[in-house]
C-alpha cells in the first residue's frame, strides 16, 4: 500500500507568495517602457507663434530622449490639454491632446492662488497695504460687530498666504463643501468656524484664498481683475479669458481663472526669474524670494506618487521632491500645473480637464495622474 502524503494549506505563506507575485509583475511593467522608436517617434515640436523665442532640449543641455519620455505617456492620459517645457527662457517643447489648443484659455483652477499671492506682493510693493501684518478684519469693518470668535480679529495677511488663518479645509464637511461650489460671499468670514488658532497649522482653505483676493480689491479701490490686467497680465502680454466672480461682484482669489498654456509659461518664467520678464521688473524679487520658501512642511497629507513628495507650503505656491529635485508649484484641481525648477532654469506647464464640480476617488486618480507625469520626468533629470 503505497505512502499517503497530505496537504497542509498554509494561508500565511499564500499571502506572501501572492504579494511577491504582485510585486513581481509591476516591476516588469515598470521596465517595460516605450522603445527607442517609439521615443524617435514622439513630436514635441513647439508650435509656430511670435510670443516665445524656440529652441530644442539638445541645444539647452537637456535629453531629448527624456522629454521625448514624458510626452509619450503624456499622450496616455486621458484627461491631459496640454503640456510645454521652457529651458533657460526657450520653448523648448510643446503638445496639445484630447481637447486641448494652443489659443484655448482653460479654467486653472486654484493655480489661481498662486497669481493672487503675486497681486498681493505687487499691492504691497505700490503701497496699497501697508504691511503683511496688517489684520484681515481692517478690510472688512461692516462685519466686526457680526464676529463673535476673537481669534479673527487676530488673523494677518501674512498667516493668511500661509494658510495659516485657521479657516477649514471646504471639502472636511458636506456643508463646507456644497458653500465651495455655490459661491463665496464676505460674509462667509463671520459663518464658517475657525479649525484652528490663527499662525498654528496648515489647513489648505479656498475662502482664505478668495478673501485675500477681497482685501486686494478693497486696498486698491478696483476690482481685481482690473488691478491684475494692469499691473501683472498686460507686462506679460497675458489675454485673460473668463475669470468668475462671487456673489457681491468679487473675482474668485481661490480659483476659476481661465488663461491659456502659454500665457501661464509666462507666469512661471517670471518667477523663475526673480519677479522680472523681458527686462522689466513686474514682482519684486524679495516677494518671489519669499513667496517660494517652506513655511509648512507635509501641508498636504494625502500620497500622490513615489516621486512626488515632502510636499510644502509658502505664499499661495507649493513645493515637492521629485527624485533628488526640488520644485515649487502652483497646482490646481485636475492637475493644473505652472512647476518652477529652478537649479535648472525649468518651467513645467500643464491644463487638463478642470473637473469642475467633481471630487471622490475617480477625480483624485486622474488628478494625480497629471501631477506625477511631470514629478517622474523631473526626478529623472539629472542633478549638477
Not at 508650435?47 to 509619450?72: F, I, T
Not at 484659455?105 to 493672487?116: G, H, P
Not at 480679529?153 to 488663518?165: F, V
Request: glycine letters at 8%; aromatic letters at 12%.
Amino acid at each position: 500500500m503505497g505512502k499517503k502524503f497530505k496537504f497542509y494549506f498554509n494561508w500565511r505563506q499564500y499571502s506572501l507568495l501572492i504579494i511577491a507575485i504582485a510585486y513581481l509583475v509591476r516591476s516588469v511593467i515598470a521596465t517595460c517602457g516605450p522603445s527607442i522608436k517609439d521615443l524617435l517617434a514622439v513630436d514635441y515640436t513647439p508650435l509656430p507663434g511670435d510670443d516665445w523665442e524656440v529652441s530644442e532640449p539638445a541645444e539647452q543641455g537637456l535629453d531629448p530622449m527624456l522629454v521625448a519620455k514624458m510626452y509619450y505617456y503624456a499622450a496616455q492620459l486621458e484627461t491631459i490639454y496640454s503640456l510645454l517645457v521652457i529651458k533657460d527662457g526657450y520653448l523648448i517643447a510643446e503638445k496639445y491632446f484630447n481637447e486641448g489648443a494652443v489659443n484655448q484659455k482653460d479654467r486653472i483652477q486654484s493655480v489661481t492662488k498662486s497669481y493672487t499671492s503675486a497681486l498681493v506682493g505687487i499691492a504691497l510693493e505700490q503701497g496699497y497695504l501697508a504691511s503683511l501684518d496688517q489684520k484681515m478684519m481692517d478690510f472688512f469693518p461692516e462685519l466686526a460687530n457680526q464676529i463673535t470668535d476673537p481669534r479673527k480679529g487676530q488673523i494677518t495677511i501674512q498667516q493668511m498666504l500661509q494658510m495659516r488663518a485657521g479657516y477649514p479645509w471646504e471639502e472636511s464637511t458636506s456643508q463646507l463643501f456644497e458653500m465651495l461650489y455655490h459661491g463665496f460671499k464676505p460674509a462667509l468670514l463671520v459663518e464658517v468656524p475657525l479649525v484652528n488658532d490663527p499662525g498654528t497649522h496648515c489647513e489648505y482653505s479656498n475662502l482664505t484664498s478668495h478673501l485675500l483676493g477681497i482685501i486686494v480689491a478693497r486696498a486698491t479701490d478696483t476690482d481685481l481683475k482690473s488691478f491684475a490686467e494692469h499691473y501683472l497680465f498686460s507686462p506679460l502680454n497675458i489675454q485673460v479669458g473668463e475669470w468668475i466672480q462671487d456673489w457681491e461682484g468679487y473675482y474668485n482669489g481661490h480659483a476659476d481663472l481661465n488663461l491659456s498654456a502659454r500665457d501661464m509659461a509666462k507666469f512661471g518664467l517670471l518667477y523663475l526669474n526673480d519677479g522680472e520678464f523681458r527686462g522689466e521688473q513686474v514682482v519684486s524679487a524679495e516677494w518671489v524670494h519669499d513667496s517660494l520658501q517652506t513655511y509648512s512642511e507635509n501641508a498636504w497629507p494625502y500620497r500622490v506618487g513615489r516621486n512626488f513628495k515632502d510636499i510644502d507650503y509658502g505664499y499661495q505656491w507649493w513645493s515637492v521632491k521629485a527624485g533628488n529635485h526640488h520644485y515649487n508649484l502652483a497646482w490646481g484641481h485636475g492637475g493644473q500645473q505652472i512647476a518652477l525648477l529652478e537649479g535648472l532654469d525649468m518651467v513645467v506647464v500643464v491644463t487638463a480637464d478642470p473637473l469642475v464640480g467633481q471630487h471622490g476617488d475617480r477625480p483624485w486618480k486622474l488628478e494625480k495622474k497629471n501631477l506625477n507625469l511631470v514629478a517622474d520626468f523631473i526626478a529623472s533629470l539629472p542633478t549638477g
